[in-house]
């Protein structure tokens, strides 16, 4: 059984601060590793795949991965009260592979 | 236009009836998903083709069904809905290259 585990949350940071959400996923053969966006009641909406050891930036959003550890994490600069959601991690073993997720850490974002 | 929509939005139905959920997507993508959310519980996948003449079943696909009909539309069955299918109901789409998945708006079922 493939799994993905997110902190349980929920995540509490103040306006300004760096948010940094972390993902531990089972699957030694996993290649591809995605973050998703989640407001209340909508759809999932990607926010950055990564798929290298090492960073990935884009814009505040900073994607950190180790295989070694078989660790993804998320970290989120100047944190806005817009930030505030649910974010889902996301692990692909394969080309014809699903993607597995994690059940989510609710980040809140404090004025 | 959204690129993935899905049909109804909301629906409310009864113990013991037949549901469809369709998903439509004009990205040209090969690959679709159906999952259902519940809270605390995160995404499970029901179904997912990877093309038309592919289905696959997911970790929960016991009581539901699909049709590929098209490239571009696959649905989503309850043949006898129960209480316990209450739920958020997604569908995705992929790219065969990148494989990042792009969500429709989803379909919130309520069986009484």
């Known amino acids: 059984q493939k799994e993905v585990e997110q902190n349980s949350g929920p995540l509490s940071v103040p306006e300004g601060a760096i948010a940094s959400l972390n993902c531990t996923y089972s699957d030694r053969g996993s290649q591809s590793f995605f973050w998703y966006r989640q407001y209340s009641g909508k759809s999932p909406e990607l926010i950055m795949f990564?798929?290298?050891?090492g960073d990935k930036e884009d814009g505040r959003f900073t994607a950190q991965l180790n295989k070694a550890s078989q660790y993804v994490s998320l970290l989120i600069r100047d944190s806005q009260p817009s930030d505030s959601a649910t974010y889902l991690c996301?692990?692909?073993?394969?080309?014809?592979?699903?993607?597995?997720f994690g059940k989510g850490i609710t980040l809140s974002v404090r004025p | 236009d959204a690129d993935v929509t899905q049909t109804p939005r909301n629906r409310i139905t009864k113990t013991g009836k037949r549901i469809m959920l369709e998903c439509s997507q004009t990205?040209?993508?090969?690959?679709m998903y159906w999952y259902r959310q519940d809270p605390g519980l995160g995404l499970q996948l029901i179904y997912y083709?990877?093309?038309?003449?592919?289905?696959n079943k997911g970790e929960i696909s016991d009581g539901y069904s699909v049709s590929r009909q098209a490239q571009a539309k696959f649905s989503l069955s309850l043949e006898s809905a129960i209480p316990n299918q209450t739920a958020l109901y997604f569908c995705?789409?992929?790219?065969?290259?990148?494989?990042?998945?792009?969500f429709g708006p989803g379909t919130r079922l309520t069986v009484l």
């Open positions: 996301a692990v692909k073993a394969g080309a014809n592979s699903k993607l597995t």
């Open positions: 990564i798929y290298s050891n």
């Open positions: 083709s990877f093309d038309v003449k592919d289905i």
């Open positions: 995705a789409t992929s790219d065969w290259s990148t494989d990042t998945q792009y």
């Open positions: 990205k040209g993508h090969d690959r």
